[in-house]
């Protein structure tokens, strides 16, 4: 079968890190795999490019018939049988392109599109239009599901759910990972993969560590409110407790080091790859009610769900698994048997073939 993603760019991020997963781990599949970048590269893109999988930059931006004509013929250029359109752009330009020929479009959404892009009524009328013309949409959670529906309209016999996308692997030995960034046996550590946007209120965060003492917080990404955050984390009350990483590629050893992962997203996140890692590690998750993450973390199963934009409630949560390890590493055994059964990358990439044969 011949796969084609289509995206606009290929820069850093869970949505960035789940497409080379999927292309990498089709090609495996034996699949001829290539990947169309609507404006520009990125470092995935040419990690990509280094494993063999090839990226084409279209250079298209606006929505018009010269644009879709370019990425129209790049489909047929690499004889395109499936074109799997990550985000609302790529979903507008894929299926256009499609339309009138032999290609099959798989939409894929992974945020709360109605919130994400502020969506006017005009646009969600042009994205309901869309919805009618052939192919297929796979919505990354039930929640983003749930916004097509009742927000914009589409009908939901047209979208599935398909949430994972995470390689296993084998687990790496906590006090080694802890010697790697230098964190002390006993520490009390605490864990954030997201970029330093907005919309990842890294400020609840900081304000729920604050009430925490001794608690270690370790953010991984990068993004503009990184001095915001860095002028926050050198008052007294968080002083010396927060380490700002930057971007990593592979999180594993960061969270062999941790005692629990932290997600405080606020007002969207469709799934959050990070809480899917977390689970894989065998850790405990505390999140805000938002979106898609109380999917993946079971209020009082596999970690705490609190409300958004409430540190208070988010201390608590810290405090409960620290105060109680025991509680703690109960949450990330059945946390990990989840990612097994839901979210592993074999059985996603099965069902995403399944997706595409039924198109």
Same mark, same amino acid.
């Given at each position: 079968m011949n796969i084609t993603h289509v995206v606009v760019d290929l820069k850093s991020g869970g949505l960035e890190k789940l497409i080379a997963t999927i292309a990498l781990g089709q090609r495996e599949h034996g699949h001829?795999?290539?990947?169309?970048?609507?404006? !520009?590269?990125?470092?995935?893109? /040419?990690?990509?490019?280094?494993?063999?999988?090839?990226?084409?930059?279209? %250079?298209?931006?606006?929505? +018009?018939?010269?644009?879709?004509?370019?990425? *129209?013929?790049?489909?047929?250029?690499?004889?395109?049988?499936?074109?799997?359109?990550?985000? =609302?752009?790529?979903?507008?330009? %894929? +299926?256009?392109?499609?339309?009138?020929? +032999?290609?099959?479009? #798989?939409?894929?959404?992974?945020?709360? #599109?109605?919130? !994400?892009? @502020?969506?006017? +009524?005009? /646009? =969600?009328?042009?994205?309901?239009?869309? $919805?009618? &013309?052939?192919? *297929?949409? &796979?919505?990354?959670? /039930?929640?983003?599901?749930?916004?097509?529906v009742e927000r914009i309209k589409v009908n939901p016999h047209k979208i599935s759910v398909l949430s994972g996308g995470v390689q296993d692997e084998t687990s790496i030995d906590k006090i080694k990972a802890r010697n790697q960034f230098d964190i002390a046996d006993d520490a009390s550590v605490i864990v954030c993969l997201a970029s330093l946007t907005k919309v990842k209120d890294h400020k609840t965060l900081l304000e729920g560590v604050a009430r925490v003492p001794d608690a270690l917080l370790l953010l991984a990404g990068e993004g503009p409110l990184r001095e915001k955050i860095e002028c926050r984390a050198s008052r007294d009350d968080l002083k010396g407790r927060v380490r700002l990483l930057g971007q990593i590629r592979d999180v594993s050893p960061l969270l062999a080091a941790s005692d629990m992962v932290a997600m405080t997203s606020y007002p969207r996140e469709g799934l959050s790859l990070a809480l899917v890692e977390a689970a894989r590690a065998g850790r405990p998750a505390v999140v805000t009610n938002v979106g898609g993450m109380p999917e993946v973390v079971q209020n009082g199963i596999t970690g705490f769900v609190v409300p958004p934009r409430n540190p208070e409630a988010l201390a $608590?949560?810290?405090?409960?698994?620290?105060?109680?390890?025991?509680?703690?590493?109960?949450? %990330? $055994?059945?946390?990990?048997? @989840?990612? &097994?059964? @839901?979210? /592993?990358?074999?059985?996603? #990439?099965? @069902?995403?073939?399944?997706?595409?044969?039924?198109?």
């Open positions: 001829n795999v290539n990947v169309v970048c609507l404006s !520009a590269g990125g470092d995935t893109a /040419e990690f990509l490019q280094d494993k063999g999988i090839p990226v084409h930059i279209a %250079g298209v931006q606006t929505v +018009r018939p010269v644009s879709v004509k370019k990425v *129209h013929n790049l489909f047929l250029s690499t004889h395109t049988d499936i074109a799997h359109l990550h985000t =609302m752009p790529a979903g507008a330009f %894929g +299926r256009l392109a499609v339309a009138g020929t +032999r290609i099959k479009s #798989l939409y894929h959404v992974h945020t709360i #599109l109605s919130v !994400a892009h @502020r969506m006017t +009524r005009k /646009e =969600m009328i042009q994205e309901w239009t869309l $919805s009618h &013309l052939k192919g *297929h949409i &796979l919505a990354i959670s /039930e929640a983003v599901k749930r916004d097509m $608590s949560a810290f405090s409960r698994l620290l105060n109680h390890p025991g509680t703690a590493q109960k949450f %990330g $055994s059945v946390a990990r048997e @989840r990612f &097994l059964q @839901r979210y /592993e990358l074999t059985p996603y #990439l099965s @069902r995403l073939e399944q997706l595409y044969q039924m198109l």
